[in-house]
């Protein structure tokens, strides 16, 4: 044990003389490092950063809220199999909220597009909505001023509808909403209510640029061809969302009439399958910068090892003398190690420090909260001590492998 | 005496491209403790090959080398890097100090590679400084030392883990004559108190100082005989200590 202390300890002091000998040349080589240990944490917090910016605009899904519908989201499904599933219509809805006990509300949910027009202001394509009263409560939206539509508007299918924010901008720029009369397609509906903003999902579709009228009324006059509805179950709790699924699936597959061996023939979706989809793209994306930004590491590791291959080669006498003296080839291998492995580290901490401080700078910039956690500086560090390892190897092992003879000879 | 190094039919070949070099052909030697012998012979005639293989540095071909007893020939090198640490001095006619180390961490090399813990190795060092007389130098650089005091450095790594063998190559290659005496001056003292000396030189002045003379040529010994003729140093005790 003191026999590999004091042959460490020798290592360190060796490796220490050599660099501080040779100041020019360990700093170019540490700087291939910390090049590369920079770009790598930048990459990382870019990475997080788009982690998180995703994480916030899904919350706006709700994680508590179950959707049940015809297609299940995410991908790798067969889409003959589905298309040709039965669709979830209202009696469904129906039957979910007469019998679910661990739901807080459920509301079905269509929708379609149509140009809504207010005298001669029109917004074109706007999404309209057909729901009903509870649809504040399942979905979370809140509105901003006036009211949502009221259960016995919504369920005798009352020519009423709220608007999105974006809408009600665009159409009532100056003026108060409520109590007009807007043309959502051909028919008329009075404003009682406008949602307050919800932004955009995925910074694609905007929540806001959207008309809820009662599903009743919708179904008359906005529904074409099939008739499909989704279903939004809201769970009364978030530790319930798994029990509530059950019981949600349960109910439907009864009322579907599907026997015990028959798989289901409707999606239960949920955030979860959203996040499971991004976090697979997430990893890939994550994957290829990381790879690219990791060549910048490889091309300085390969410094290292041209640096170390001209230390071995100057320093070849030095190693005849030391395995002369009764140096094993494993000293000398340790020795050259130890001093790959300090230029690299001495590079991945400034690295980290240079990274983590650009880090911050972004973040102030672009405003996503930047975490360094202990657990990447951690990481970098390592991973510049294991480049200073692999890189530092070969030369290392080509200096262990030297004659004593020969190398004392050397010139 | 006993015996301390005993080369039994010593071969040793190298391959150089098509062609084998016979450096050593069945070679005979023994040398008894507290021995003083050189070795001489000229360039070619196998001289640097048996020093290395004396030297643990090398294994020969074929034959058999006991030192102290223990058969050497057949180590692989981590067992010789080990007999070199322990059982021999080596002196070098290009010193080969290590030139950003101190005297004193120098002096402690061999004790490193030993695996002596510090305290013990600092105290072995400044004895073996001591002995060379160079106390008052010890935390120089070798830039900052004369060759005759570097080649001292030297000699006392060597002597540091008292080795059973000191072996001295050109000791003196490097030196003026005037230095060159004291350091041989140096290996009569050592000599006197009880160390084995094996000096490998081409040089008639420098291997008139030891007991006996080993010619080799064409990878064998030559003449072996006892130096009659031999010269003695007589140091001034102002350079040694």
């Excluded at chain 1, 999105?164 to 003026?175: I, M, R």
């Excluded at chain 2, 507290?34 to 012979?41: D, S, T």
């Excluded at chain 2, 360039?43 to 090959?49: L, V």
């Excluded at chain 2, 009880?194 to 030559?222: C, F, P, Q, S, W």
């Amino acid at each position: 044990m003191r026999y590999y202390f004091s042959e460490f300890k020798e290592g360190m002091l060796i490796a220490f003389q050599a660099i501080r000998a040779n100041k020019m040349r360990s700093v170019l080589t540490t700087l291939g490092i910390v090049i590369g240990i920079v770009s790598v944490t930048l990459m990382g917090t870019a990475i997080e950063g788009l982690d998180r910016a995703f994480n916030k605009s899904i919350a706006a899904i709700g994680a508590d809220v179950l959707y049940v519908q015809k297609w299940p989201w995410g991908g790798g499904h067969d889409w003959w199999t589905i298309r040709n599933r039965k669709d979830i219509r209202i009696q469904h809805a129906k039957v979910i909220e007469r019998q679910a006990t661990l739901a807080k509300s459920v509301s079905p949910v269509t929708a379609t597009r149509r140009n809504v027009k207010y005298e001669r202001k029109v917004v074109e394509s706007v999404v309209i909505m057909g729901t009903d009263a509870d649809f504040t409560e399942t979905s979370g939206a809140t509105i901003a001023f006036g009211r949502f539509l009221t259960p016995a508007e919504a369920d005798g299918g009352r020519p009423v509808c709220a608007l999105g924010s974006e809408v009600a901008v665009n159409l009532f720029p100056n003026e108060n909403p409520i109590g007009k009369v807007v043309k959502v397609g051909n028919y008329a509906y009075r404003v009682v209510g406008v949602f307050d903003k919800q932004g955009s999902f995925l910074g694609m579709e905007s929540l806001d640029n959207r008309v809820y009228v009662p599903i009743n009324r919708f179904f008359k006059e906005f529904m074409s061809g099939r008739g499909g509805i989704s279903v939004f179950v809201k769970a009364a709790s978030l530790q319930q969302v798994d029990d509530a699924k059950e019981e949600v699936r349960g109910i439907l597959r009864k009322a579907r009439g599907l026997k015990p061996k028959q798989q289901d023939d409707f999606a239960i979706n949920q955030q979860e399958i959203i996040i499971q989809t991004f976090n697979t793209i997430g990893v890939v994306i994550a994957g290829v910068g990381l790879f690219i930004t990791g060549l910048s590491l490889f091309v300085g590791g390969i410094g290292i090892m041209n640096i170390m291959l001209v230390s071995v080669s100057e320093r070849t006498k030095e190693i005849g003398l030391r395995k002369a003296i009764g140096a094993t080839s494993r000293a000398v291998l340790l020795q050259f190690l130890i001093e790959a492995v300090i230029v690299s580290v001495v590079g991945g901490v400034i690295g980290i420090l240079i990274g983590a401080g650009s880090s911050l700078l972004l973040s102030k910039i672009s405003g996503w909260a930047v975490y360094i956690s202990p657990f990447s500086v951690a990481l970098a560090f390592g991973f510049s001590a294991g480049v200073g390892i692999v890189f530092g190897f070969w030369p290392a092992k080509k200096a262990s492998l030297l004659s004593p003879i020969e190398a004392l000879r050397y010139e | 005496m006993s015996t301390m190094i005993k080369l039994d039919s010593i071969s040793k070949t190298y391959h150089m491209g098509e062609e084998d070099v016979h450096a050593l052909q069945g070679l005979h030697l023994e040398l008894q403790r507290n021995q003083y012998v050189a070795i001489m012979g000229p360039s070619g005639s196998g001289k640097s090959t048996l020093m290395n293989i004396i030297g643990c540095l090398d294994t020969p071909t074929s034959g058999l080398y006991e030192l102290n007893g223990i058969n050497v020939s057949e180590m692989n090198d981590n067992q010789l890097a080990k007999i070199r640490n322990k059982e021999i001095g080596f002196v070098f006619q290009t010193f080969n100090l290590l030139a950003r180390s101190d005297v004193l961490h120098n002096v402690e090399l061999p004790l490193i590679y030993g695996g002596v813990a510090s305290a013990e190795r600092k105290r072995l060092a400044r004895e073996s400084i001591e002995r060379v007389g160079l106390t008052d130098r010890a935390h120089h650089k070798p830039n900052e030392l004369s060759g005759g005091q570097r080649q001292r450095v030297a000699i006392a790594r060597a002597l540091v883990t008292h080795p059973s063998i000191l072996l001295a190559d050109e000791p003196t290659g490097n030196l003026d004559s005037k230095t060159g005496e004291e350091i041989m001056g140096l290996f009569d003292i050592l000599h006197r108190e009880g160390n084995t000396i094996i000096l490998v030189t081409h040089e008639e002045d420098i291997a008139a100082h030891a007991h006996r003379i080993v010619r080799i040529r064409d990878g064998k010994v030559e003449r072996d005989e006892p130096n009659k003729k031999r010269k003695v140093v007589t140091i001034p005790s102002t350079v040694m200590a």
